[in-house]
């Protein structure tokens, strides 16, 4: 969907798209800031119903399930109106007389036809067609309706909306764009994130000076005097708010990718105004990624149909289902949109609470774009969203708001969300995190379907074992980030000694659990080395192997924080720095050896009367080292403490207990 992106250094005009949008150069590319374009789009639609999100601007009734859509459109870009026939195959869940579909009372319903009838209906104050059946249906019976309708649909923006018909570069156009809750604003449905069609067919009938863009393959087009009806079959499960329309006067580029065992086309529709071959980097670019997505994410979701893009004029991307609406051509919008494919389409949010599922994945393909095919950006396009998440303390991936357009289409879902999947990779590793991905993307519970928030950590624990009950709890339900503090020092052997205390921006985490990245270096050497942070304070032994006098935090930006800083102290110098207390010792005697010389040491205790009853045996990599003898298992009395290294430490020592 609409995409957020990067922090905004200046605002350029798009000679292509006709708006003032906001980019960043970062690495000499322009990043769009999606998420607000999108963000600007989604404000003008109506507010939601609040909840959870799933039932929010739904009124359908949940006791028929839907199979198949056939939707026949008669449209012309130059007047704002729409005339349908919309036939929904269905299957009873629950003996009923009546189900109820999503459309909005401007649009005027003229018939409904059930076998070959007329059947009664009406049209409720709620924004729902209510069908009545002459006779009960009983579970499980099959049945379809054909829905005769038409009419204006409402302007709900200005000027644009869930339906843009109007002039967009001097040219007509018909644009629809139905997330998160305007698919009933132009057509009659299911409304909601509840109920996926298992297939489409869509028959659009246009004067022929134009050419219109939807879902699925163009399987035939049929001329009739100066009007064409173009016949578009799509043969997946499909959730509404992805079926749309694009009609205006376009040029189709036709190219192709190799897919698996299949020469998979890619299309192009340009918008007429454009400059000749604009649009053909996004279709390279997408050629580009689908087999590099395919075989991070698992296969293209729609191989066995195509991939298009569709220039349009509402701003930023929208994601429909095997065919994105693009504003133009800029690297993270293409792979964003494309992205979504995986994340969005095949798998659904099941609700706009769960948003980041889709979004924060989308985000993160971007991250991956960048990885793979731009490495120089890849990190400075990083560092620019957490720069934007960390400039305020709080805020969740997670949103309960699903009424506020700010919060749903903001940086929390986007870039939070995105940052979110960078650090599960991180925390899991590459191999099993696209393990985990493929996976989840293949799970029976939401293949092809819906997905909340817990399938994801359902299928992310079973792939790799852990427990991410924290993870997910404190970065995608509860707010805020770490910040840093470390102090260190190195021993002549070259190991350093690190102390990690850590912060929290918000009172809603106390610490967040997370390995680490420091990276030790000087003037010709540098080494990063991973510690596991389990609380504020913990210390940690590292052999750096070199003299080092610098050390970075986090220095390839796999964990959101802000205000990280390191401090070096004095370590000591002299070698064989032995320390014996307390003596007496009533409890544990602790022995300390800093820059130790020798490579093994052997601990022995004896008592009076010469008997050995304690000994142990250490290898020493070079670190300083403590350990401890549990005196209290002994009698009270006088013992002999003995450390004999390989050559340069023989100590007795008298030792009170």
Known sequence: MKKWYAILLFTTTCVQAQERVSTTMIGGQPMVNIAELEKRSHLKLLGGQGGDGIAAHSVATENFDI????????????????????????????????????????????????????????QSAENGLVIKFPAALSVGSKGAVTICYQGVPPNLTSPNGNFFQGLHRSVYAIYTLSEPYGSSVWWPCKNGLTDKADSIDISVTTPSIYTPSSNGLLEREERDGDQTTSHFKHRYPIATYLVALAITKYIVDKDSVMLGDRKMPVLMYTHIASKPDYYKPATAQVIQCLPKFSELFGMYPFQKEHYAQTQWGLGGGMEHQTNSFIVDRWNNLVAHELGHQWFGNKVTCGSWSDLWLNEGFATYTEFAYYEHFMPSVHLSYIASMMNAITASPGGSVYTTDTTNYNRLFGPLTYYKGGLVVHMLRWVLGDEVFHKGVRAYLDDPAVKYGYARTGDLKRVMEQVSGKNLDSFFDKWIYKEGYPSYKLTWSQNNNNWASVKLNQTTSHSSVAFFEMPVALKFKNATRDTILVVDHRFSGQTFALNVGFAADTVLIDPLLKVISKGNTTTKEAAPTTADQLKIYPNPAPDNLQIALGNPTDKTMVIQLFNTTGQLVYQRKLNMAGNDEQWQIPMQQYPKGVYYLRLKGEKNIDLVQKILH
């Not at 729409?82 to 459309?103: E, W, Y």
């Not at 909005?104 to 018939?111: I, K, P, Q």
């Open 67 to 122: 199979h198949y859509y056939q939707c026949d459109w008669t449209l012309n870009p130059e007047i704002r109106y729409i005339k349908g026939n919309i036939t929904p195959h269905f299957i009873m869940k629950q003996a009923s007389d009546s189900i109820v579909f999503d459309l909005v009372r401007v649009l005027t319903v003229d018939s409904v036809l059930f076998r070959g009838n007329k059947i009664a209906f009406y």
